[in-house]
């Protein structure tokens, strides 16, 4: 039988995916790449194939493994249907990226919104090279080598679809753990989830790496344990922090942020490199820029990063304080002055 053409054969395609809804200008679904259960994925018609592209940064031959599709599914034609940005695509990435971020220093409101809220440094979002588009921020993404990868927009106070990436651009860590300073190599550097939380933590002095996302959820059985690298976490990444003497890695306060780094200590104690994972504390889905709202002054952020200092030299020499350690930085991220007679926490009884 001859494959469907057109129409037919986008109605044959869609049959593949789960939580199928029509948009304004492409249909919606639920990306199987990374497990996502709102409509990450937008599918519609090209005028040589099927055009597919997830907003969480899968790359489309993932997506379509997951899916049970073949290139030839989704193409009109003989050729599949990839696109590499070109040269010029990178250097009107970099430049975009350059203006947004001078635009950012130029925007007291915005600046004084995400200091207030997230507890966001402006020296911070300047030295990571963040800007601002007029309505998301930017923040550019670079490969190993520093060469302009990707310009991702980020909005933290959407509920739904906060990052978009790129068409065609895959994710990536950010920033690139080759570029992070060495002056900070001899601490270690921190592993969280989420651009955002690295910004946090280099908000209050301490160098982080941002993976994209969560991994694929565990199938639950045992003989098929599920896939543990996806979006957020690739095995060949592992050799890409080569160099730093400790990684500490700090999931989320849930399932999947638990697994995508465990996946990630696995990979990385594989590859010889010395790590080891930080819990968070918190309310489920919680993470260290929750935990670090309202380190929004100098003093609160310096009392932020002793907090950090105090869970990871509490995990790595007295675990068995741990959880004290744990209840001890939720109460300091959840102190408020208004909070009286409560007093702020005192970390001096926690070494670092």
Not at 125 to 145: A, H, S
Not at 211 to 236: E, I, N
Not at 308 to 324: C, F, G, K, N
Request: aromatic share 8%; hydrophobic share 40%; glycine share 10%.
């Amino acid at each position: 039988m001859d494959a469907p053409v057109g129409g037919d054969r986008l109605t044959a395609v869609l049959s593949h995916f789960q939580g199928v809804r029509a948009g304004a200008s492409a249909f919606r679904a639920q990306c199987p790449a990374h497990g996502s259960t709102g409509g990450t994925l937008a599918i519609s018609e090209g005028d040589a194939w099927i055009l597919i592209h997830c907003f969480a940064g899968c790359d489309v031959a993932d997506v379509l493994k997951a899916a049970g599709l073949t290139w030839k599914d989704i193409a009109y034609g003989d050729k599949p249907p990839r696109r590499r940005a070109s040269k010029a695509d990178k250097r009107d990435q970099a430049i975009e990226a350059s203006l947004c971020a001078a635009r950012l220093m130029e925007e007291p409101r915005v600046l004084e919104r995400v200091r207030q809220a997230r507890g966001w440094a402006k020296g911070a979002l300047k030295q990571l090279g963040v800007g601002w588009d007029g309505e998301r921020f930017t923040i550019p993404v670079t490969d190993k080598e520093g060469k302009p990868h990707d310009v991702l927009r980020y909005d933290p106070f959407r509920d739904r679809f906060k990052m978009l990436a790129g068409e065609g651009c895959s994710r990536q860590p950010w920033p690139a753990p080759e570029t992070v300073s060495t002056l900070y190599r001899s601490r270690g550097l921190f592993v969280v989830e989420g651009e955002g939380t690295a910004i946090s933590l280099a908000s209050v002095g301490l160098p982080a790496v941002a993976l994209p996302g969560s991994v694929g959820r565990p199938s639950g059985d045992v003989r098929r344990p599920g896939r543990f690298q996806g979006v957020g976490w690739h095995k060949t990444w592992a050799k890409r922090f080569y160099g730093h003497r400790r990684v500490y890695l700090v999931p989320d306060a849930d399932e999947q942020g638990r697994t995508l780094m465990a996946a990630v200590e696995h990979d990385m104690r594989f590859d010889g490199i010395n790590c080891v994972t930080i819990p968070t504390a918190g309310p489920k889905g919680w993470d260290l820029g929750d935990m670090l709202r309202r380190a929004h002054d100098l003093e609160t952020r310096r009392q932020g990063k002793e907090m950090i200092r105090m869970l990871v030299s509490t995990a790595t020499r007295q675990p068995d304080r741990l959880e004290d350690a744990q209840q001890m930085a939720l109460a300091w991220a959840e102190w408020t002055p208004q909070a009286a007679p409560v007093e702020a926490p005192a970390f001096e009884a926690f070494q670092w």
